[in-house]
């Protein structure tokens, strides 16, 4: 099957412009999540979609950042305006099931590295 | 936030030798999965090993678990080089939506 697609794959821009990341995940798969790993550190959750409702996205800094996930298919994150620190590698991963339902782990898509000038 | 924590940071060995990752984590859970990322590269899911079970094996990987200590270790049996990566442990603590908390992950090197 195809994996999780994510695009750009590389994002350069300049503090206080705006950027968006675009993921295709796994034909089927319901549970969508965006995922930031700051350099040297593991992956921080987002935001997480079930569908196309929100599950939560209490990581998620409002403020500047938004997501969709239209029809329950593909999603977009947004950053606006991007600050120094969210340079970052932003994740997409998708899964058939969560929690007691869960017999295979997630399948992430290769990132977007963001680098904020 | 995150709720693994990987122990070594790093590890480097040579090939042939064995490599054992530690976690440990904070509050129940669900399961516990283990990850490997390569340099730039997204994160691949390696096992699966659910709160009711103790030990699973996966090719050259052993996985255990101990709830009571809340804590898991990863073991690679006859690294190869191409073992080279960093793994991480994540878990589902069953809170809202059951989304996967990651640790910092341990930086393994395998050289020849």
């Known amino acids: 099957e195809a994996g999780v697609a994510q695009s750009p794959r590389y994002k350069i821009i300049e503090k206080r412009q705006s950027v968006a990341f675009w993921c295709n995940p796994i034909s089927g798969h319901a549970t969508l999540y965006w995922y930031q790993q700051i350099l040297g550190q593991g992956p921080k959750l987002l935001i997480q979609?079930?569908?196309?409702?929100?599950?939560?996205d209490s990581q998620l800094p409002k403020d500047r950042f938004s997501a969709e996930r239209l029809k329950g298919v593909d999603s977009t994150l947004k950053i606006q305006p991007a600050k120094l620190e969210d340079s970052a590698v932003y994740l997409c991963?998708?899964?058939?099931?969560?929690?007691?339902?869960?017999?295979?782990?997630?399948?992430f898509g290769s990132g977007t590295r963001l680098t904020v000038v | 936030s995150q709720q693994g924590e990987e122990d070594p940071q790093a590890l480097s060995i040579q090939e042939g030798e064995n490599a054992t990752m530690n976690c440990s984590y904070k509050t129940s859970i669900n399961n516990l999965q283990w990850y490997r990322q390569n340099s730039g590269r997204g994160l691949v899911h390696l096992i699966l090993?659910?709160?009711?079970?103790r030990e699973k094996h996966s090719g050259r990987l052993r996985v255990t678990l101990d709830t009571s200590k809340k804590s898991s270790s990863l073991l690679i049996t006859a690294s190869r080089a191409a073992d080279t990566a960093s793994y991480f442990c994540?878990?589902?603590?069953?809170?809202?939506?059951?989304?996967?908390?990651f640790g910092k992950g341990t930086s393994l090197l395998v050289t020849p």
């Open positions: 979609f079930q569908n196309n409702g929100v599950v939560d």
């Open positions: 991963a998708s899964s058939s099931g969560t929690g007691e339902l869960i017999n295979y782990g997630y399948t």
């Open positions: 994540a878990t589902d603590a069953g809170n809202s939506g059951y989304a996967l908390n």
């Open positions: 090993i659910r709160s009711n079970e």
